[in-house]
T-cell receptor, first 114, second 115 residues
Framework: AQKITQTQPGMFVQEKEAVTLDCTYD???????LFWYKQPSSGEMIFLIY??????QNATEGRYSLNFQKARKSANLVISASQLGDSAMYFC???????????FGSGTKLNVKP | DAMVIQNPRYQVTQFGKPVTLSCSQT?????MYWYQQKSSQAPKLLFH???????NEADTPDNFQSRRPNTSFCFLDIRSPGLGDAAMYLC??????????????FGPGTRLTVL
C-alpha cells in the first residue's frame, strides 16, 4: 500500500484566495511525522510545515496551516491568501518512528492565477 | 549561508561515461540522502547514510554507487549512465534523531543530462 497519497495532480487557485492540497497517509506506527515541501521550477525542495502524530493542535507557519485529521489519516495543507509565487509542486511526506526514511507522495502542481 | 551544497548544478555526460555528483553540508547532520527525481514525479530514494552506515534501497540499480568519506561530504557515482538516468539528483540531510520531528534539508539539486 502507498504510504502517502496525493490525489490532486494539479490545482488552480485565484490569487488571494485560499487553497487546500490533500494528503492521506498509511502507517501502523503510533509515532510519525508529516511534512510538506514546496518545489518551485528551480528544483530545490523547501520545507514548509511539520505535524507530529502526538501534536494536539494543527500546525501553522505563516500562511501555511495543516489540517490534521488523525482518525481519517489525512494531513491537508491549507495555503491562505495565495500569491503568484506559490505556484509550484507541493509534496507531502512522512517519517515513521525511529526510521530515517521519508516517504513522499506524488505531488500536486499548484498554479496561482492573477 | 548555504547549508546543503551540490556541485555541479548542471552536469552533462555521455552515454556510458562515468560521472560523479557531490554534496556537502555545513549542518553536521548524521544522515545524508540521495534522491533521483524525474520530471513531475516524486523524489525516489536511492540510498542514505547514517554516519558511515550505508542503506541501499532494494530497487536502486547497481549502476549507482555512493561514498561518504566524512560527515560533511557524500558522493553519487553513476558508473555507466544511460539515457534513462537523466534526471534531477537531490541530496538531503537530517539529524537522524530518534524522533519523527526530524526534517530533511535539501540541496539545490544537480540536473544531469545524458547525451
Amino acid at each position: 500500500a502507498q504510504k502517502i497519497t496525493q490525489t490532486q495532480p494539479g490545482m488552480f487557485v485565484q490569487e488571494k484566495e485560499a487553497v487546500t492540497l490533500d494528503c492521506t497517509y498509511d502507517t501502523s506506527d503510533p509515532s510519525y511525522g508529516l511534512f510538506w515541501y514546496k518545489q518551485p521550477s528551480s528544483g530545490e525542495m523547501i520545507f514548509l510545515i511539520y505535524q507530529g502524530s502526538y501534536d494536539q493542535q494543527n500546525a501553522t507557519e505563516g500562511r501555511y496551516s495543516l489540517n490534521f485529521q488523525k482518525a481519517r489519516k489525512s494531513a491537508n495543507l491549507v495555503i491562505s491568501a495565495s500569491q503568484l509565487g506559490d505556484s509550484a509542486m507541493y509534496f507531502c511526506a512522512m517519517r515513521e518512528g525511529n526510521f530515517n526514511k521519508f516517504y513522499f507522495g506524488s505531488g500536486t502542481k499548484l498554479n496561482v492565477k492573477p | 549561508d548555504a547549508m546543503v551544497i551540490q556541485n555541479p548544478r548542471y552536469q552533462v555526460t555521455q552515454f556510458g561515461k562515468p560521472v560523479t555528483l557531490s554534496c556537502s553540508q555545513t549542518l553536521n547532520h548524521n544522515v545524508m540522502y540521495w534522491y533521483q527525481q524525474k520530471s513531475s514525479q516524486a523524489p525516489k530514494l536511492l540510498f542514505h547514510y547514517y554516519d558511515k552506515d550505508f542503506n541501499n534501497e532494494a530497487d536502486t540499480p547497481d549502476n549507482f554507487q555512493s561514498r561518504r568519506p566524512n560527515t560533511s561530504f557524500c558522493f553519487l557515482d553513476i558508473r555507466s549512465p544511460g539515457l534513462g538516468d537523466a534526471a534531477m539528483y537531490l541530496c538531503a540531510t537530517s539529524r537522524g534523531q530518534s524522533l519523527s520531528t526530524d526534517t530533511q534539508y535539501f540541496g539545490p539539486g544537480t540536473r544531469l543530462t545524458v547525451l
